[in-house]
T-cell receptor, first 115, second 112 residues
Framework: KAGVTQTPRYLIKTRGQQVTLSCSPISGHRSVSWYQQTPGQGLQFLFEYFSETQRNKGNFPGRFSGRQFSNSRSEMNVSTLELGDSALYLC??????????????FGAGSRLTVL | GEDVEQSLFLSVREGDSSVINCTYTDSSSTYLYWYKQEPGAGLQLLTYIFSNMDMKQDQRLTVLLNKKDKHLSLRIADTQTGDSAIYFCAESIDNQGGKLIFGQGTELSVKP
C-alpha cells in the first residue's frame, strides 16, 4: 500500500512569489490535513479537508489556502511568500478524521526555502 | 487553551530505558499520541492512548497517562541507537477532526 506522497520534496522561491504543494493520500483515506513545521514554532496545524470541504482551519493568514479534489488529493497554496514561510510542510491523511482515534499517516514533507 | 509541553532533550545509554514526558492543558483531549521523526523524514505514529485509559503497552513502548495531572509519558525499554530521533506528543480534541496539537518535540540521543 503506497504511503502519503508529497511533491515537490524541495523547492526554493523568492519573496513575493507563490507556491503550490501537492499531497496524494493513502488510497481510501478521505481526510487530508496540512501542517507547517519550523524550528521556532514547531508543528502547527494549517487546515484539514474532507470530501472536498475544508473542515478545520488553523490560525494562519489568508495567504495560505488549500483545496481537495474528488480523488482526495489535496493541494495547498501560499501566495506572496515571506521569508518566514520557509518551513517543512507536512501533509497527513486519515480514513475519516472523525470521532475515535485520529490516526494520521504523514508524508515526508515538502521543504520550502524562501529567499 | 490548547498547549502541549515537552522537555527538549534527553540523552541515554544504549540498553537503558528512556522516559519522555509531556504535559497538556486541554481537559477535553480525547486521544493522546506519540510520534517519532527521524532526520529528513515525516512523522511516524508510534502509539496512542484514549484519554480514559491509564496505561498502554506495545512491545518496548509503554505509555502512562495521568489524566488528573494532564501528564503523559512514553517509556522505551532497552533503548537502541536506532531509537535516536525527535519524539512528539500530540493531543486531539473531540470534533476537531484531523487537527492535532503537538508539543515541541524531545530530541532523544542514544549513546553506545
Amino acid at each position: 500500500k503506497a504511503g502519503v506522497t508529497q511533491t515537490p520534496r524541495y523547492l526554493i522561491k523568492t519573496r513575493g512569489q507563490q507556491v503550490t504543494l501537492s499531497c496524494s493520500p493513502i488510497s481510501g483515506h478521505r481526510s487530508v490535513s496540512w501542517y507547517q513545521q519550523t524550528p521556532g514554532q514547531g508543528l502547527q496545524f494549517l487546515f484539514e479537508y474532507f470530501s472536498e470541504t475544508q473542515r478545520n482551519k488553523g490560525n494562519f493568514p489568508g495567504r495560505f489556502s488549500g483545496r481537495q479534489f474528488s480523488n482526495s488529493r489535496s493541494e495547498m497554496n501560499v501566495s506572496t511568500l515571506e521569508l518566514g514561510d520557509s518551513a517543512l510542510y507536512l501533509c497527513a491523511s486519515s480514513l475519516t478524521g472523525g470521532s475515535g482515534a485520529n490516526v494520521l499517516t504523514f508524508g515526508a514533507g515538502s521543504r520550502l526555502t524562501v529567499l | 487553551g490548547e498547549d502541549v509541553e515537552q522537555s527538549l532533550f534527553l540523552s541515554v545509554r544504549e540498553g537503558d530505558s528512556s522516559v519522555i514526558n509531556c504535559t497538556y492543558t486541554d481537559s477535553s483531549s480525547t486521544y493522546l499520541y506519540w510520534y517519532k521523526q527521524e532526520p529528513g523524514a515525516g512523522l511516524q505514529l508510534l502509539t496512542y492512548i484514549f484519554s480514559n485509559m491509564d496505561m498502554k503497552q506495545d512491545q518496548r513502548l509503554t505509555v502512562l497517562l495521568n489524566k488528573k495531572d494532564k501528564h503523559l509519558s512514553l517509556r522505551i525499554a532497552d533503548t537502541q541507537t536506532g531509537d535516536s530521533a525527535i519524539y512528539f506528543c500530540a493531543e486531539s480534541i473531540d470534533n476537531q477532526g484531523g487537527k492535532l496539537i503537538f508539543g515541541q518535540g524531545t530530541e532523544l540521543s542514544v549513546k553506545p
